[in-house]
């Protein structure tokens, strides 16, 4: 462990210059480290064999949340002894299990097929009526795809906390808004889930699902903007 310690007399400057040499600072970091403008800074110290943590304990074994450089200040308003630890070591994101991925896509399927169940129900103008029902059938189709290919225990439909009557208070504006999210929801389930499928003909299918739930994205995209339509 390698350490530049005095009284306080550690310039912002050279601190900053003697972290550059030996660390990339991070985006995360600079707002940090500008906090130390106007700070005593008494002690920067590095290690290479080790880890400090928030409190500025060395440990020898570097392990997630334990970071290689540690600065010692005296805050300039409190006059308190605080620590700033950098470069921390990040804990890893464990990949989430594709059985997990597929649920969270089934469901988020039945949630959105009793959302547009509901607006087709409270929908009053043929154009919404069909749009709803071709939304209803799209779901329907995405479902029956997902139990052809993976084994799923049948999910509780819900009703998203809204009755009907609720829902058509609420107005289209929110009914177009709410559709938006679900269907970028969707995508982004869809896009996390693909990569992760090695079966060519199970990949086709949810690719296949994916292009449908773009079109249908890009469809409500049209209905927030043309004004005339809510």
Do not use: W
Not at 133 to 153: D, E, P, T, V, W
């Amino acid at each position: 462990m390698n350490s530049l310690a005095n009284n306080g007399n550690i310039s912002y400057r050279e601190t900053l210059r003697k972290i550059r040499q030996k660390h990339q600072i991070k985006p995360n970091e600079r707002h940090f480290l500008k906090e130390l403008k106007h700070a005593n800074i008494r002690c920067l110290a590095f290690t290479t064999d080790g880890g400090f943590c928030e409190k500025g304990n060395f440990y020898k074994n570097l392990e997630a949340g334990l970071g290689t450089i540690r600065i010692n200040y005296q805050d300039q308003y409190t006059a308190k002894e605080k620590v700033l630890i950098l470069n921390k070591l990040e804990k890893e994101i464990e990949d989430i299990p594709i059985d997990f991925q597929i649920n969270a896509l089934y469901q988020k399927i039945e949630d959105a097929f009793c959302f547009y169940s509901q607006a087709l129900d409270e929908s009053n103008r043929l154009y919404f009526k069909t749009l709803f029902k071709n939304l209803c059938f799209h779901k329907k189709a995405y479902i029956s795809g997902l139990k052809s290919q993976y084994k799923l225990a049948n999910y509780r439909r819900k009703q998203n906390g809204l009755k009907c009557k609720e829902l058509r208070n609420k107005g289209r504006d929110f009914v177009v808004k709410r559709g938006l999210e679900l269907q970028s929801e969707l995508e982004s389930l869809y896009r996390d889930l693909i990569p992760n499928i090695s079966d060519q003909q199970e990949r086709h299918t949810l690719e296949s699902h994916l292009k449908y739930v773009l079109e249908d994205k890009q469809l409500f995209s049209r209905l927030k903007s043309d004004k005339f339509l809510i």
